[in-house]
Every structure is written in structure tokens, then in C-alpha cells.
């Protein structure tokens, strides 16, 4: 672990903007979100793209057309964390391909250019999930390679990129391979690890937004369970 960040003590001056590139719509906030919502308490601008609506996901109220509740759901968790924007890219759920990775970091960097227009004074920073996916899901693999792509091409021609925060599982979380569902490599070492957010101050808050996502219930009911108030503690690495 290299750096241990206060959000407390973080000033910034420029104003920040963040896009959160992520495949399902519970995923950031099962994952990041207690970072995201500091970040927007302290005026970041957050805009989130979700690239499937969840519509293979588990239903345990037997929805006709799930994809639709979840999106709403999304909505909801979206409003709490402060979002400025919500883009839902349309994806099928649980069928992202190398053909979509292309064409979804296309459309990532056409969304930044746009969304930023003609703004000067401004810092943009990606937050996406680890490379492996975290879980091992095919879409999560692509929505945070596609994410890092369109980080590194937008850098290229000149944007003003920091950096892309990878929400990862740290190894004491982790220390074995999960190989009960798809392979879940173990977690990271905290070599790997650039920064921990701890977001406890905001942890009732982290619970609603799981909560939010009531139709992925059984998932966030287990979720805490295993995590407690680790829920609330966020690791990344960091590609700049
Ligand atoms: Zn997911």
C-alpha cells in the first residue's frame, strides 16, 4: 500500500471530473461507490456509464422485463451517490466480446469529448474495475479494459487525464482463487495496491445504495455480510 488518501485533507482547486465505467448497474455500487460519493461531496462531477442493464441477472421477483427494473434501481443509486449523468450503453448482459470492447471505448471517448464541450480548468479522472474483473465476469472484463483504452487515447491526443482509479479485492479479502462460479483470481497484494479509500463516514449511506438495488438483494445481503463495515473501504491501482 503506497499511499493512504483523507479525502478530508484533499483540496483541489481545478474543478474534477470523474467517469465511472462499469458493466452492470449494481457494480459501482457494490464496488466503489463510498469513493465515489466522497468525491462528489467534495464537488466532483460524476458521470457513470453502466454498459448492460443486468437483464440475465438474478430475479427473484420474476420482473417481466428486468433489465428495466435494474435500470431504475440504478437510477436511484445514482441519485444518492450525486451523479450528474447516468448513460446506459445498451449492452446484453453477460455477452461482451472483443467486437464490443472496440466500439465501447469509442463510445467512452465520445461521451468524455462531449461532455466536456469547450471547458478549459479541468482534471478528468476514469474509475473503472481491475483488469481480471474482479469477479471473473466476461463484461466486467471489458467494460474496465474498454475503460482503460479509452484512458490511454484520450490522454494521446491531448486531454487532461490523471489517472484511472481499478477498484480491486485485497488479498486478505482474497488469498485463494474463487473457482465455485467462474474463475475469480485471489485478491491483490498490497504491493499491488496504490491507494485505500476509507469512506466509513459515509458507511449508512454505502448501505442504501446496495439497498437500492433491491432486486440484486440475496447479492447485497451477502455482500455486507461477508464485508461488514469493510464495505467501506476501497481499494484501486492506479494506471496513469
Ligand atoms: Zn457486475
Same mark, same amino acid.
Given at each position: 500500500?503506497?499511499? $493512504? /488518501? +483523507?479525502?478530508?485533507? +484533499? ?8 467517469? !465511472?465505467?462499469?458493466?452492470?448497474? &449494481? ?7 463510498? *469513493?465515489? $460519493?466522497?468525491?462528489?461531496? #467534495?464537488?466532483?462531477? $460524476? ?42 450503453? !445498451?449492452?446484453?448482459?453477460? %455477452? ?24 478549459? @480548468?479541468?482534471?478528468?479522472? /476514469?474509475?473503472?474495475? @481491475?483488469?481480471?474483473?474482479? %469477479? ?24 487532461? $487525464? ?8 485485497? +488479498? ?21 495496491? @496504490?491507494?485505500?479509500? &476509507? ?7 454505502? +448501505? ?7 432486486? #440484486? ?11 461488514? @463495515? ?9 494506471? *496513469?
Amino acid at each position: 500500500m503506497k499511499q $493512504l /488518501m +483523507y479525502y478530508s485533507m +484533499y483540496t483541489t482547486y481545478m474543478k474534477k471530473i470523474i467517469f !465511472g465505467i462499469f458493466a452492470h448497474p &449494481d457494480d459501482e455500487a457494490f464496488g466503489p461507490s463510498g *469513493t465515489l $460519493l466522497l468525491e462528489t461531496r #467534495q464537488g466532483t462531477e $460524476l458521470h457513470l456509464v453502466t454498459l448492460t442493464a443486468g437483464e440475465n441477472g438474478t430475479n427473484p421477483d420474476g420482473h417481466e422485463r428486468l433489465g428495466d427494473v435494474r435500470l431504475e434501481e440504478w437510477k436511484k443509486a445514482g441519485a444518492l451517490i450525486g451523479a450528474t449523468s447516468l448513460h446506459h450503453f !445498451g449492452y446484453e448482459d453477460g %455477452t461482451l466480446n472483443n467486437l464490443n470492447h472496440i466500439e465501447i471505448t469509442q463510445r467512452i471517448e465520445s461521451l468524455v469529448i462531449e461532455t466536456i464541450g469547450s471547458q478549459s @480548468d479541468i482534471e478528468i479522472e /476514469m474509475m473503472s474495475i @481491475d483488469l481480471n474483473g474482479v %469477479t471473473g465476469h466476461i463484461d466486467h472484463i471489458v467494460a474496465s479494459r474498454s475503460a482503460v483504452l479509452a484512458f490511454y487515447r484520450l490522454k494521446a491526443k491531448g486531454y487532461p $487525464l490523471t489517472r484511472i482509479r481499478l477498484s480491486c479485492v485485497p +488479498y486478505s479479502q482474497l488469498p485463494n482463487p474463487n473457482t465455485s462460479f467462474v474463475f475469480m483470481e485471489a485478491g491483490r497484494s498490497d504491493e499491488e495496491i @496504490d491507494e485505500v479509500v &476509507d469512506a466509513s463516514i459515509v458507511l449508512p449511506e454505502i +448501505y442504501q445504495i446496495i439497498r437500492a438495488h433491491h432486486t #440484486q438483494r440475496d447479492d447485497g445481503q451477502r455482500h455486507i455480510e461477508n464485508l461488514g @463495515d469493510g464495505v467501506a473501504i476501497n481499494s484501486f491501482f492506479i494506471l *496513469t
